[in-house]
């Protein structure tokens, strides 16, 4: 972990009282971890509600920098290793459980406190997701469809024919090139007849709970030198090992779980397409790229800066 020593910690604005909640959020690498722990240390109250999709899944724990078996039992953590890594969690789903779990510490008398970096989760959870009723014949026709048409056609293929009917998801999947969120815009279109898009425009379940963020902002050089110790040192604590342990436990590329930054490239090393070291490039530039997107998306919250 980051040592928080440079840190000035003030007493933050923990709120447990009828309509907000506090949020530690930041990009990756910029300490927000640390200065959760460090609030749950002045605060035994606390307990903390992961934002952060790669630490739902069981057995990722050195590539996603998992807090350690010793730090999450010192304070409850909530939503870590909660999933195989075959299983698909949508942001619906992480909205509903988070909900859950934060109604249930406030009615214990305890803190909520949710901290990661993951912007879909986050949204889900305040914002709402769109509310859309779809036959599960219809999906379960549409899923087979898409992945029918994805096998034959290719990626590149089925995100071009995706600006003629979502144009919305298609400039956003362009940025990202996220094979999941193409499923899931077809998948829609196909069940529906509506864009993914569009209908993320309807109206949404507001949580009944508001967030005060608490955002780390980090000036970028700073936070490229922290990515790449970072990575470095995930390396060094035995990422590939743990990545080849997966892969011989049945794990395969095409699981939600490796949608985590950089378990693609450990494969690749395993099965010798990369050395060590090229994956090591690519991953700080995946990471890097990522930080870039989680700043955009938290420039539009008024925020406490750190």
């Not at 730090?71 to 290793?81: A, N, S, V």
């Not at 009917?165 to 509506?194: K, S």
């Not at 955002?215 to 604590?237: G, H, Y």
Request: hydrophobic content about 40%; proline content about 4%; charged content about 30%.
């Amino acid at each position: 972990m980051i040592s928080i020593a440079n840190y000035d910690f003030q007493p933050a604005k923990v709120v447990s009282e009828h309509d907000e909640v506090l949020v530690v959020t930041g990009p990756t690498c910029s300490g927000k971890t640390d200065y959760a722990l460090e609030l749950c240390e002045k605060d035994s109250s606390i307990e903390i509600v992961n934002g952060d999709s790669a630490l739902i899944y069981r057995g990722f724990d050195i590539g996603t920098a998992k807090p350690l078996k010793q730090i999450l039992g010192r304070t409850p953590h909530h939503l870590i290793d909660i999933l195989d890594p075959s299983e698909f969690f949508s942001a619906g789903e992480y909205s509903r459980l988070a909900r859950e779990v934060i109604r249930t510490i406030r009615n214990r008398g305890k803190r909520p406190v949710v901290v990661g970096g993951t912007a879909f989760y986050l949204d889900a959870l305040f914002s709402g997701i769109m509310q859309v009723d779809i036959d599960p014949d219809e999906m379960e026709t549409a899923k087979m469809r898409i992945k029918e048409e994805i096998a034959v056609e290719g990626f590149d293929e089925m995100h071009e024919r995706l600006r003629e009917i979502d144009p919305i998801l298609y400039a956003q999947i362009q940025r990202e090139r996220n094979p999941l969120r193409l499923m899931r815009a077809w998948e829609h279109y196909y069940a529906t007849g509506q864009s993914l898009g569009e209908a993320r425009q309807t109206k949404k379940d507001a949580f009944e709970l508001s967030p005060v963020f608490h955002v780390f902002d980090i000036p970028r050089q700073e936070l490229w030198k922290r990515i790449e110790a970072r990575v470095d040192s995930m390396l060094k604590q035995g990422w590939l090992a743990e990545a080849e342990r997966l892969e011989a436990s049945g794990v395969t590329r095409e699981m939600p779980a490796m949608g985590a930054i950089g378990y693609r490239e450990m494969f690749d090393v395993l099965d010798g397409v990369l050395s060590l070291e090229d994956a090591r490039n690519r991953i700080i530039i995946r990471t890097r790229q990522y930080a870039k997107r989680q700043v955009t998306w938290m420039k539009k919250y008024q925020v406490t800066s750190t």
